[in-house]
């Protein structure tokens, strides 16, 4: 509704506009009103007022000084334009027809008001203010556009590195670095929960902005970037400080900051970001720290090579009864006593590994466990999952522990259920077919890279050497019947070819199959003959 107010000192005359106007524009107005400049103008500073209707003539305050007041003073709160105003007045006086024209009145009506001038002068209002506040939308929608624009290139340039003196140029004008305060510092705030999710980009936003302001700090440039950190290029520095108490104050614990040292050039810009960025890292393993200053952060920290024996060992002791020795082995390949001086690139790249040698590797030889651990699994597989190092740390070793009872059983559950006798039972009954360790595995419904470790063990040889000596033993069974020629009898145990037969069959007996074929004739041949020696001859 529009907000009207109407000052006049004749109750009479403010009762009749007020019923006038009610009657001709209903449910349109918000009517207030008053009976001199003083108590009008305090409504006014109170309440607001889209139009004003006003006597010249009045006691305390007069209508020239009212419209002096109101057009040459700041704004009420949450009014951003000054009212449309209707100058009443029982005198045709040149001086108050030029204080309207000076102050831009909409009209200037004499008494006794005529209804048709009045609420046409009102209609007159009304148009004003619709354009009035369809330029605004205009110039808003501008104006967000415009800023739109200077985010995505300032995110893009908080990225480049080496610009030239051309580039420079350029890249002020589009993000508007002539408006920036200096010297400035760059914020990188994330806002991580207990459970190590993070906050909703766009609440971020609001919440850092909102406190920001709280602290009266001064902000040149704020925006989302690629990684959905909240970046507040501004200060001083003084005020990310503040910033970081007031998050103490209101127990907003996930909310973490990085600062970088202060910068005066537009080439200073994407150096702060990667410092703040940077900064903001490390208070992943200071638990209870929620601002970190790049400065802070350039001492020399310690920086390790990866431990690769140890990663590798770390993953040979599980399933293996060891699992006393996870923690202490977990705790020296992070090198968790002297945490806080790490480099945090060793955290990541330890982390990585762990993942890739020895987590990725369970599953991958012993196929997929239980929901529960296979969740924990791919939070732990990224670090950044995690509010602080130490909830990482105390979840890595809970999954280790699980997957090295997971291993226990498996193992346990596949030697007690007899698959690797299922299996060679199956290669028994079907080694004449085309046979591989993925068929045998996927009939026994063992994971291949397990299959091929659990019937080694079992049968002390490797799948394809027992597969073979499984059909040499069957093609010397033909070769001693002596009906089928070599090809048939190397078809008939499941090689490809006569060649391939001939090569695995000396491999494994060190002569050909016709070789032992011819070895067995001349044996029965030679048995044959003493049997039809007479005695003592």
Known sequence: MIKLLIVDDEKNIRMGLKTMIEREFPGQYELSMAAQGAEALELYQTQGADIMITDIRMPVMDGIALIEQVSEGPPPPEQHSRPQII????????????????????????????????????????????????????????????????????????????????????????????????????????????????????????????????????????????????????????????????????????????????????SDLPSCYQQACEALKYTFIHPKTRLIWYEDKQMKRLLYPVPQEAIRKLGNILGTNRGKEIGPLLQEIFHIEELPQIDISYLESVSRHVNEQVLDEVFRVYGEASVDVLKLYRKVGDMSNFCHFHDYFRSLEQLLSELDEYIKEVRSAHSEHGDMKEAVVYIENHYHRQLNMAIVSNHVSLNYSYFSEAFKAYTGESFVTYLKKVRIRKAKELLGKGSLKLAEIGTAVGFENTRHFSRVFKELEGVSPQEYRDKLAAGSAWSAGTSLRPDGE
């Open 87 to 266: 100058i009443l007045s029982g005198y045709e006086d040149f001086r108050y027809a030029k204080a309207a024209i000076r102050y831009q009145a909409v009209d200037y009506l004499l008494k006794p008001i005529r209804r048709d001038e009045l609420f046409a002068a009102l209609r007159k209002c009304q148009d004003n203010l619709a354009k009035r506040s369809h330029m605004a939308e205009q110039l808003a929608a501008t104006e967000s556009y415009r800023k739109q624009v200077q985010s995505v290139r300032l995110q893009e340039l908080l990225l480049q590195q080496g610009l030239t003196g051309e580039d420079l140029d350029v890249w002020s004008s589009e993000i508007g670095f002539g408006q920036y305060v200096v010297p400035f510092s760059i914020a990188a705030i994330i806002y991580k929960n207990q459970d190590g999710s993070r906050m909703k980009k766009e609440d971020l936003k609001s919440l850092a902005l909102h406190m920001f302001e709280s602290v009266d700090g001064v902000l040149s440039a704020s925006l989302l970037d690629f990684e959905g950190r909240m970046i507040l290029v501004g200060g001083p520095c003084s005020k990310f400080e503040e910033l970081s108490l007031l998050a103490a104050e209101r127990e907003l614990d996930g909310m973490l900051i990085g600062v970088s040292q202060e910068g005066n050039r537009l």
